[in-house]
């Protein structure tokens, strides 16, 4: 098995994200997780895609998306030099004012930043490579209740020169 | 031919304004649709009408380059487009109202896209505004046929309907072809909305481009193994007919020497009796097909896709052999069976490019192969098609060869799904590319009899036989009644065994014949059935009288006879090849050496 993100441009058409949705579990590919927005060219979307499977699956999910009619483009991102980055609120119970130095502490150390607070809660705004998200999560855990977890899914770009553009 | 439809006067003719050749013309969003598919040069459709695409209904009745073809069910327009699109060069165009219209065309779209028929349906739709307040006949169209067309657009403006048809016709054809839906929301037809004609020159889709030439380094590649090979095998596909590759195939093969094994979608590609070809491939495939599969260092796939009732149990399949796959669809490539040397191109251009290749090396003399085909001649000897005549009744495999014989082996053949199926890709040796037309990919029963309604009418002086069985030919039956409106004069074979025989066979094999709900008890009476629907019925089922019957049957070339043939209701279909072996571990009809 192999993580692989996918960056997928793609006419900004209705319907045109179902087909890639729909390719996925049509075909039984996995989708860990899918970020679409629009691009600078508004004609266009850019899908990013975290996906996992053997070199097969990953060839076949390649090939397939890029047979979409809708698709101009696909990367895979993860075998070149990349940049990836993920969001993510978590929402703490933070009653005591022990818990609210810790999550601070916590969020400190991740580079997290408290974006909301209440009498019994914190929202704590973190980004990064999945594996660090997933380490604040294991490490506040043990200091505090999590009340919600909300993930923006991954985005990538190509390191330097290179760029996905129509 | 004329029918009540084309009889009446149009309105929508005496309402045009003097200006209708003028580029200031107006026209209504149905206009523009008929407007397009005239210009696009269609001649046929099949369809349907409903509330939703009324507008085009009355927008055809101002023309007489198309004729409508008024279906008894849409899955049937569906399947008549694709028999059309199958014996021919164009897209079979279907036009259906929303909701139910829309589908009940799925499974002839499924049907379509499985085996890449090029096919444009029109579905109505709910008027824009509606759409998504669950309207009276409102599906979500797009959402339901979208894992089985290539591509599917839905009509915002209606100035766009013209290079959106155009788009869909360039999806349907170019490329891997394939089904393309175009939903048309009806008040995008109707008037008082006029708007201009404006057909784009060129069809241009910056997203789509598909490979039609094979890369000259995979090229080279693909010839230095052929070279090298000491047993070479072609294994062609249906792919071979859609890019018109037949003749080159056939130049190809006599340049290297090779036998060809033909898949079900491939049959006809190479002359059923030419001297290479060893027959079809894979389940029901013949012992020497197999067996040189089986056999060979180099596979040449050519527009084939290692389908799963091709290779039996991929683990198993022709670990020692070299494969050269040639596809113009990528995602074919390496997805059951990895490819040593893919070529990704159209197999017409890339046989002209192996052609080529070879004409350039001097040192290339089309080599003997004297062990290989010696090989080849030994497994041809064990005869594997050979069955037992004896017996009072008519044997399904009888049948084939009489209705060979009665259309001088030169009429085109349409089939249903089942064991009559296998029989006749099996028994009836084809000569040229499509004349053999069956739903291969998925399988579908009651394809058969409206495929070869729209075969018929594309080729109107060619002779057309649906070759069914009892169980298939009831799930289209109604379309007899189409047959005469228009007459379709089609012959419709049924091979009677009474039963859903390959279904039976399976629970023969594999559930040590246990049969559950196989028997079709209560069958029509097929002959006054026929009758009903103004045709002509005959039952044969005097083995000493089949050729007779089925000779005067096919005599009778302007009139529909549906022939009711009583065959024995235990026959299996062999060579069968076994579950989970290699894809030459098959099982050989009894009587034949085994
Ligand atoms: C629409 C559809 N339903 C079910 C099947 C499964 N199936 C495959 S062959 C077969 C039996 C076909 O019976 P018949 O048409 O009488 O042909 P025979 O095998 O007896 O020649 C069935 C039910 C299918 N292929 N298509």
């Given at each position: 098995?192999?993580?692989?993100?996918?960056?997928?441009?793609?006419?900004?058409?209705?319907?045109?994200l179902?087909?890639?949705v729909?390719?996925?579990?049509?075909?039984?590919?996995?989708?860990?997780?899918?970020?679409?927005?629009?691009?600078?060219?508004?004609?266009l979307?850019?899908?990013?895609?975290?996906?996992?499977?053997?070199?097969?699956?990953?060839?076949?999910?390649?090939?397939?998306?890029?047979?979409?009619v809708?698709v101009?483009?696909?990367k895979?991102?993860?075998?070149?030099?990349?940049?990836?980055?993920?969001?993510?609120?978590?929402?703490?119970?933070?009653?005591?004012?022990?818990?609210?130095?810790?999550?601070?502490?916590?969020?400190?150390?991740?580079?997290?930043?408290?974006?909301d607070?209440?009498?019994?809660?914190y929202?704590?705004?973190?980004?990064?490579?999945?594996?660090?998200?997933?380490?604040?999560?294991?490490?506040?855990?043990?200091?505090?209740?999590?009340?919600?977890?909300?993930?923006?899914?991954?985005?990538?770009?190509a390191?330097?020169?290179?760029?996905l553009?129509? | 031919?004329l029918?009540?439809?084309?009889?009446?006067?149009?309105?929508?003719?005496?309402?045009q304004p003097?200006?209708?050749?003028?580029?200031?013309?107006?026209?209504t969003?149905?206009e523009?649709?008929?407007?397009?598919?005239?210009?696009?040069?269609?001649?046929?459709?099949?369809?349907?009408?409903?509330?939703?695409?009324?507008?085009?209904?009355?927008?055809?009745?101002?023309?007489?380059?198309?004729?409508?073809?008024?279906?008894?069910?849409e899955?049937?327009?569906?399947?008549?487009?694709?028999?059309?699109s199958?014996?021919?060069?164009?897209?079979g165009?279907?036009?259906?109202t929303?909701?139910p219209?829309?589908?009940?065309?799925?499974?002839?779209?499924?049907?379509?896209y499985m085996?890449s028929?090029?096919?444009?349906?029109?579905s109505?739709?709910?008027?824009?505004?509606?759409?998504g307040?669950?309207?009276?006949q409102?599906?979500d169209?797009?959402?339901?046929?979208?894992?089985i067309?290539?591509?599917?657009?839905?009509?915002r403006?209606?100035?766009?309907i013209p290079?959106?048809?155009?788009?869909?016709?360039?999806?349907?054809?170019?490329?891997?072809?394939?089904?393309?839906?175009?939903?048309?929301?009806?008040?995008?037809?109707?008037?008082?909305?006029?708007f201009?004609?404006?057909?784009?020159e060129?069809?241009?889709i910056?997203?789509?481009n598909?490979?039609?030439?094979?890369?000259?380094?995979q090229?080279?590649k693909?010839?230095e193994?052929?070279?090298?090979?000491?047993?070479?095998?072609?294994?062609?596909?249906?792919?071979?007919?859609?890019?018109?590759?037949?003749?080159?195939?056939?130049e190809?093969?006599?340049?290297?020497?090779?036998?060809?094994?033909?898949?079900?979608?491939?049959l006809?590609?190479?002359?059923?009796?030419?001297s290479?070809?060893?027959?079809?491939?894979?389940?029901?495939?013949?012992?020497?097909?197999?067996?040189?599969m089986?056999?060979?260092d180099?596979?040449?796939?050519?527009?084939?896709?290692?389908?799963?009732?091709?290779?039996?149990?991929?683990?198993?399949?022709?670990?020692?052999?070299?494969?050269?796959?040639?596809?113009?669809d990528?995602?074919s490539?390496?997805?059951?069976?990895?490819?040593?040397?893919?070529?990704?191109?159209?197999?017409?251009?890339?046989?002209?490019?192996f052609?080529?290749?070879l004409?350039?090396?001097?040192?290339?003399k089309?080599?003997?192969?004297?062990?290989?085909?010696?090989?080849?001649?030994?497994?041809?000897?064990?005869?594997?098609?050979g069955?037992?005549?004896?017996?009072?009744?008519?044997?399904?495999?009888?049948v084939?060869?009489?209705?060979?014989?009665?259309?001088?082996?030169?009429?085109?053949?349409?089939?249903?799904?089942?064991?009559?199926?296998?029989?006749?890709?099996?028994?009836?040796p084809?000569?040229?590319?499509k004349?053999?037309?069956?739903s291969?990919?998925?399988?579908?029963?009651?394809?058969?009899?409206?495929a070869?309604?729209?075969?018929?009418?594309?080729?109107?002086?060619?002779?057309?036989?649906?070759?069914?069985?009892?169980?298939?030919?009831?799930?289209?039956?109604?379309?007899?009644?189409?047959?005469?409106?228009?007459?379709?004069?089609?012959?419709?074979?049924?091979?009677?065994?009474?039963?859903?025989?390959?279904?039976?066979?399976?629970?023969?094999i594999?559930?040590?014949?246990?049969?559950?709900?196989?028997?079709m008890?209560?069958?029509?009476?097929f002959?006054?059935?026929?009758e009903?629907?103004?045709?002509i019925?005959?039952?044969?089922?005097?083995p000493?009288?089949?050729?007779?019957?089925?000779?005067?049957?096919?005599?009778?070339?302007?009139?529909?006879?549906l022939?009711n043939?009583?065959?024995e209701?235990?026959?299996?279909?062999?060579?069968?090849?076994?579950?989970?072996?290699?894809?030459?571990?098959?099982?050989?009809?009894?009587?034949?050496?085994?």
């Open positions: 098995m192999q993580q692989t993100i996918l960056s997928i441009l793609l006419e900004n058409e209705p319907g045109a179902s087909r890639i729909g390719l996925f579990s049509q075909r039984a590919f996995n989708i860990e997780s899918l970020t679409v927005a629009p691009t600078d060219d508004k004609s979307s850019r899908i990013t895609i975290a996906t996992s499977g053997d070199h097969k699956v990953i060839e076949q999910i390649t090939k397939q998306v890029n047979k979409l809708d101009l483009k696909i895979e991102l993860t075998n070149i030099s990349h940049i990836e980055r993920e969001l993510m609120f978590v929402k703490l119970n933070a009653k005591t004012p022990d818990a609210r130095d810790e999550i601070k502490r916590t969020a400190d150390i991740f580079r997290g930043q408290i974006v607070s209440t009498n019994q809660l929202t704590v705004q973190l980004t990064g490579k999945k594996d660090k998200l997933n380490a604040f999560i294991r490490s506040i855990r043990r200091q505090s209740d999590i009340i919600e977890i909300v993930r923006s899914g991954c985005v990538a770009i390191r330097g020169e290179k760029a553009t129509a | 031919m029918t009540s439809e084309t009889t009446r006067k149009s309105d929508a003719l005496v309402e003097p200006s209708a050749n003028n580029s200031n013309a107006l026209f969003g149905a523009l649709v008929v407007k397009s598919l005239v210009d696009l040069g269609v001649k046929h459709i099949f369809g349907y009408p409903g509330g939703s695409v009324l507008d085009i209904y009355d927008a055809l009745l101002a023309q007489e380059d198309i004729q409508h073809i008024l279906v008894r069910h899955q049937a327009a569906t399947h008549m487009a694709d028999g059309y199958r014996s021919t060069d164009e897209v165009v279907v036009l259906v929303s909701g219209g829309a589908t009940n065309c799925v499974t002839g779209i499924a049907t379509a085996d028929i090029p096919m444009v349906v029109l109505g739709q709910v008027a824009t505004h509606l759409i307040d669950d309207a009276f409102e599906t169209m797009l959402g339901c046929s979208r894992p067309v290539k591509h599917s657009y839905t009509c403006n209606a100035e766009e290079a959106t048809i155009a788009k869909a016709f360039h999806l349907a054809k170019s490329g891997r072809p394939g089904p393309v839906v175009v939903d048309l929301p009806k008040d995008k037809l109707s008037p008082p909305h006029r201009k004609y404006e057909m784009p060129k069809v241009r910056r997203s789509y598909p490979t039609i030439k094979g890369h000259a380094k090229i080279k693909a010839i193994a052929i070279k090298n090979a000491e047993r070479p095998v072609i294994y062609a596909g249906g792919g071979v007919i859609l890019s018109g590759a037949s003749e080159l195939l056939l190809f093969t006599e340049t290297i020497n090779a036998p060809v094994a033909s898949t079900l979608m491939g006809g590609c190479i002359p059923g009796e030419h290479h070809f060893v027959g079809m491939l894979g389940l029901h495939g013949t012992y020497e097909a197999n067996k040189t089986a056999n060979a180099v596979i040449v796939a050519l527009g084939a896709r290692f389908d799963d009732r091709v290779t039996n149990n991929t683990s198993k399949f022709c670990p020692d052999a070299t494969i050269i796959h040639v596809d113009i990528p995602t490539i390496s997805k059951n069976i990895h490819a040593h040397i893919p070529v990704v191109g159209s197999i017409e251009v890339v046989l002209r490019q052609l080529d290749a004409a350039v090396k001097e040192d290339f089309t080599p003997s192969y004297t062990s290989w085909w010696q090989d080849i001649k030994g497994w041809r000897e064990r005869q594997c098609l069955y037992q005549k004896e017996g009072s009744g008519i044997k399904s495999q009888q084939i060869e009489s209705i060979y014989r009665a259309t001088n082996g030169d009429a085109l053949i349409t089939s249903d799904v089942g064991q009559h199926q296998m029989f006749a890709a099996l028994y009836y084809f000569k040229r590319p004349q053999w037309i069956n291969g990919g998925l399988g579908t029963m009651g394809f058969g009899f409206p070869a309604m729209g075969v018929k009418l594309a080729n109107p002086e060619k002779e057309v036989v649906c070759i069914s069985g009892d169980g298939s030919i009831q799930m289209n039956i109604q379309e007899l009644s189409t047959c005469l409106q228009y007459s379709i004069p089609v012959k419709i074979v049924i091979l009677n065994n009474k039963n859903l025989g390959m279904v039976k066979q399976l629970q023969d594999n559930y040590d014949g246990r049969h559950s709900s196989v028997y008890d209560s069958l029509p009476d002959v006054r059935l026929a009903a629907y103004g045709h019925g005959m039952t044969i089922s005097d000493q009288k089949l050729d007779e019957s089925l000779a005067q049957a096919m005599a009778m070339k302007d009139k529909v006879v022939i043939v009583e065959v209701e235990n026959e299996h279909v062999y060579p069968m090849q076994k579950k989970f072996g290699a894809i030459d571990d098959m099982w050989l009809a009894k009587g034949v050496d085994q």
